[in-house]
C-alpha cells in the first residue's frame, strides 16, 4: 500500500493507479492500493481497512514521499495504530529519497527534454536548476542535495530551489543560473505528480523570474509521474523491508 500526501488533481490519483497496477504486475503481489495522508479520500485509514479485507499475512507499507521528514512520520505513525488491530504483519518501508535510481530518473528526464528541445551539445556543456517543493525539515534539503551532488558529476553546473518554504526560491535559483551565464538551462520540476504545484504554482514564479533574467535557451522537464524507474524503486524498496 502506498501512502501518498495527497492532491485534490485528478491526475495524482490516476498516476497513482498506473503506478499500483504496475508494481502489482511487476512485484507479483496479491493486490497494490494507494491512500492519501492528508487532502483528499482515500485517507490512510480507508486504504488500511481496504487492505485488511483481502486475505493476506503481511502489508508492505510504501511512504511514497521524495523526502524524509514530518509528512513521513506522520504517515506512517497513522498506518501503524491499526497494527494492534490485526494479526497482519505490517512491513514499513524507506521513503523514496537518497537513491541513485533518482539520480537516473532525473538524468533521463533531462536528456528528454534536451532532445525534444534539439538541444546536442555535450552533457558538461549543460546546466540544470532543480526545483523541489521545500520543507521546514532539514532532511528534505539533505534528500535534493544528494541529487544535486550526483548529477554534477556530469553537468556544467547542477544547482537547486525551492518552490515554497526554505530558500532560494525560483527567483533566486534563476538569478544564481544567471550569473554562470549558461548556454542552456534545463529546469527540472522534482515533483512526484502532475498536481497544482506543477500545473500552475511553479510556472506562477518561474515564468515572471524568466522573463526578468533572460536566459539564453531555458527547457522544462516533465515531473516524475508513472516512470518505470520509480516502479522499480517502489518494488526495491518494498522488497527491502520483506527479505
Do not use: W
Given at each position: ?25 511487476k512485484?507479483?503481489y ?50 501503524m ?42 552533457d ?34 547542477v ?11 525560483i ?13 542552456v538551462?534545463?529546469?527540472?520540476f ?25 536566459l539564453?535557451?531555458?527547457l522544462i ?7 518505470q ?15
Open positions: 500500500m502506498l501512502i501518498d500526501r495527497g492532491s485534490k488533481e485528478r491526475e495524482a490519483s490516476e498516476e497513482l493507479e498506473i503506478i499500483c497496477k504496475e508494481v502489482k504486475k512485484g507479483g496479491a493486490f497494490a492500493e494507494y491512500c492519501f495522508l492528508e487532502v483528499t479520500l482515500p485517507y490512510i485509514d480507508d486504504g488500511i481497512k481496504k487492505c485488511l479485507k483481502s486475505d493476506i499475512d503481511s502489508l508492505t507499507i510504501v511512504p511514497y514521499f521524495l523526502y524524509p521528514g514530518k509528512k513521513v512520520k506522520a504517515a506512517v505513525t497513522e498506518a495504530k491499526h497494527q494492534s488491530t490485526t494479526d497482519v504483519k505490517f512491513l514499513v518501508t524507506k521513503p523514496m529519497s537518497m537513491h541513485m535510481t533518482l539520480v537516473k530518473l532525473v538524468q533521463s528526464r533531462i536528456k528528454s527534454a534536451l532532445d525534444k528541445g534539439g538541444v546536442t551539445l555535450p558538461n556543456k549543460i546546466d540544470v536548476l532543480v526545483i523541489g517543493h521545500g520543507s521546514k525539515d532539514p532532511h528534505a534539503k539533505m534528500s535534493i542535495q544528494y541529487v544535486v551532488d550526483e548529477l554534477g558529476h556530469l553537468y556544467r553546473n544547482d537547486y530551489c525551492f518552490l515554497e518554504i526554505e530558500e532560494p526560491n527567483e533566486q535559483g534563476i538569478q544564481a543560473c544567471k550569473e554562470k551565464n549558461p548556454e538551462l534545463v529546469v527540472v522534482y515533483f512526484l505528480h502532475e498536481g497544482a504545484h506543477v500545473k500552475t504554482d511553479i510556472n506562477a514564479d518561474l515564468r515572471p523570474a524568466l522573463e526578468k533574467h533572460k539564453n535557451k531555458v522537464t516533465q515531473h516524475i509521474g508513472t516512470d524507474k520509480m516502479i522499480d524503486l517502489i518494488i526495491e524498496r518494498a522488497q527491502e523491508v520483506e527479505t
